[in-house]
């Protein structure tokens, strides 16, 4: 069974950086796409970025020039570089695969998901 842990998570002054990781394991095969979303107290889910096995990318207009997202396959490992960060980037972050590998941010698409790890951009 798929298992994803993120972790990376932390305290950072804003203007700062984070670089989260997301690592895959159990029964897995290289066609699946990696989405992260976000979670902040009192709001809703939303998607900041997703990759697919071929690598095509997405993101949210809110992170787009700011967040960088990647993977490594042989180390089934995705990664979501934060640079800039803001006050409104804390959240619990998620990683989620996508096993039909599309190019979305919808969480209705994913269908497993991490445990979430924290960010918080405050000074």
């Known amino acids: 069974q798929l298992r994803l842990v993120e972790s990376g998570g932390g305290l950072v002054q804003p203007g700062g950086s984070l670089t989260l990781s997301c690592a895959a394991s159990?029964?897995?095969?290289?066609?699946?796409?990696v989405g992260w979303f976000r979670q902040a107290p009192g709001k809703e889910r939303e998607g900041v970025s997703c990759?697919?096995?071929?690598?095509?990318?997405h993101y949210a207009t809110s992170v787009k020039g700011r967040f960088t997202i990647s993977r490594d396959n042989a180390k089934n490992t995705a990664y979501l570089q934060m640079n800039s960060l803001k006050p409104e980037d804390t959240a619990v972050y998620y990683c989620?695969?996508?096993?039909?590998?599309?190019?979305?941010?919808?969480?209705?698409?994913?269908?497993?998901w991490g445990q979430g790890t924290q960010v918080t951009v405050s000074s």
């Open positions: 990759i697919t096995s071929t690598e095509d990318t």
């Open positions: 989620a695969v996508d096993k039909h590998d599309g190019i979305w941010l919808d969480a209705r698409f994913y269908d497993v």
């Open positions: 159990g029964v897995i095969s290289d066609g699946y796409a």
